[in-house]
T-cell receptor
Framework: GENVEQHPSTLSVQEGDSAVIKCTYS??????FPWYKQELGKRPQLIID?????GEKKDQRIAVTLNKTAKHFSLHITETQPEDSAVYFC??????????????FGTGTQLKVEL | EPEVTQTPSHQVTQMGQEVILRCVPI?????FYWYRQILGQKVEFLVS????????KSEIFDDQFSVERPDGSNFTLKIRSTKLEDSAMYFC????????????FGEGSWLTVV
């Protein structure tokens, strides 16, 4: 099955700086890679996703890059704001015979944006 | 925007008791899921359900667990003989189609086993 590793586990940045979170995955057949933001006690919220037919995707201050050859993908947040503080999870979709969207999550990055 | 809804939001149960967590997936979605998240840890896949049967399950989803779609709208997770280590947030989710589709999570049901 899929294995996803995520770094760093904690990240502290100054407001206005950029934050980068990196993930690697093991199954070269995986084609879908979402990123989730989770605030304490809340559900994971999808912030951006990328599919393997593109190498980069951007949505305002958030961007994701994917390197299929190296099997890694990264989340980039620019101009960070205090409300960006949360836990961020990367995920990769397992290839399963039964169909459906089975995600393997990374271990999460606690992002703290300091004033 | 349509949402996945879950009940209860929080349940406390005695060890050894049975628990049923309920979910209403988004109405036109075809695939339903349960994930769980132990406090401070990552989200883990439990099971996927399609066309009234389990399509995939993880090693966590053993005989203690079962899922059911008792009617046209509800999707339930039953945990028999709960253990302390079952304490976690359980998220229901759904997708319109299968692989590669955006997964929509419910707000979660926080289960505490004492």
């Amino acid at each position: 099955g899929e294995n996803v590793e995520q770094h760093p586990s904690t990240l502290s940045v100054q407001e206005g700086d950029s934050a980068v979170i990196k993930c690697t995955y093991s199954d070269s057949a995986s084609n879908y890679f979402p990123w989730y933001k989770q605030e304490l006690g809340k559900r994971p919220q999808l912030i951006i996703d990328i599919r393997s037919n593109v190498g980069e995707k951007k949505d305002q201050r958030i961007a994701v890059t994917l390197n299929k050859t190296a099997k890694h993908f990264s989340l980039h947040i620019t101009e960070t704001q205090p409300e960006d503080s949360a836990v961020y999870f990367c995920a990769a979709e397992d290839v399963v015979t039964g169909g459906g969207n089975k995600l393997t999550f990374g271990t999460g990055t606690q992002l703290k944006v300091e004033l | 925007e349509p949402e996945v809804t879950q009940t209860p939001s929080h349940q406390v149960t005695q060890m050894g008791q049975e628990v049923i967590l309920r979910c209403v997936p988004i109405s036109n979605h075809l695939y339903f899921y349960w994930y769980r998240q132990i406090l401070g840890q990552k989200v883990e896949f439990l099971v996927s359900f399609y066309n009234n049967e389990i399509s995939e399950k993880s090693e966590i989803f053993d005989d203690q667990f079962s899922v059911e779609r008792p009617d046209g709208s509800n999707f339930t997770l039953k945990i028999r003989s709960t253990k302390l280590e079952d304490s976690a947030m359980y998220f229901c989710a759904s997708t319109a189609q299968g692989r590669g589709n955006t997964i929509y999570f419910g707000e979660g049901s926080w289960l505490t086993v004492v």
